[in-house]
């Protein structure tokens, strides 16, 4: 089976202002994403991009269609969301600890996954002490605790500077190779999608739907000064501003 499945996903919700009493915000929403592939879906603010993923997540419930996901996703958002009085070591641990995984193996998965995020040195830190890009690691590798097939990140690099965020993308790169998750990615910049992504699904404006499906052809490892010294780079770049330009034009002339 597909890690995730949507089929004909709408969600809208009451609003007063409105003609017909409701404000549509995803329309006919339907997608797949293969187990161990990483699918950045791409659109402007407010296309519902976070609503379909907090529904995957079980955050919230459409109002009507069918979401199947192979198991339980684990979920990183934009803003860490990592608990202020523990230790990052605690935080990483806080997952394990709510399914019951003895001590011993909760701190040997701890050790394991800080390690793996960058972060061994700074176990004892709390999140207070640390940078934010350090404390977005933490959350990563506290979703990786959760174990789920399915990892959900909503724009977690979006509020940091340049050069964290270039490089926390590289660092998520490697970890994906190393745990060949399926990733749901949400984002509005167009090159982490191609950065990132296996495919791209593109949103439109309000109310969301999905307008087109682009495959990124760039072998892996891939880091952006690569990216683009190849032709095509600037080929699928304009595609996707296209999309994006043509979409915001007819809401506009609507």
């Known amino acids: 089976m597909s890690a995730v499945s949507l089929d004909g996903l709408w969600m809208a919700y009451p609003n007063a202002e409105s003609e017909n009493g ?19 879906v791409l659109g402007p603010s407010g296309c519902g991009k976070s609503t379909i993923l907090r529904i995957v997540a079980g955050l919230e419930k459409q109002s009507l269609g069918t979401v199947t996901t192979k198991s339980r996703p684990s979920v990183v958002f934009q803003e860490h969301g990592i608990f202020p009085w523990l230790t990052v070591a605690q935080n990483v641990a806080y997952p394990l600890k709510l399914r019951g ?5 909760r701190r040997a998965k701890v050790d394991e996954l800080l390690e793996l995020v960058g972060l061994s040195d700074f176990s004892k830190y709390y999140p207070a002490q640390i940078s934010g890009g350090m404390r977005q690691r933490a959350s990563v590798a ?22 964290t ?11 994906w190779d190393r745990t060949s998750k399926a990733v749901m990615f949400i984002t509005h910049s167009v090159d982490e999608a191609l ?30 000064a690569s990216l683009r010294r190849d032709p095509r780079y600037a080929e699928i770049t304009a595609q996707l501003w296209a999309v994006l330009g043509s979409d915001v034009a007819e809401e506009e002339v609507a």
Do not use: H, N
């Open 22 to 40: 409701i404000r549509v915000v995803l329309e006919d929403v339907s997608l797949e994403i293969a187990e161990g592939e990483f699918v950045c």
């Open 101 to 105: 995984v003895p001590k011993a193996e």
């Open 142 to 163: 506290r979703a990786l605790a959760d174990d789920g097939d399915v990892l959900l990140m909503d724009e977690p690099f979006g509020a940091l500077d340049e050069q």
């Open 165 to 175: 965020r270039v490089t926390l993308q590289q660092d998520l790169l490697d970890i």
């Open 195 to 224: 950065l990132l992504a296996d495919r791209v699904l593109v949103m439109s404006t309000r109310p969301g739907k999905i307008i087109e499906e682009v495959k990124i052809p760039f072998e892996r490892p891939r880091d952006l």
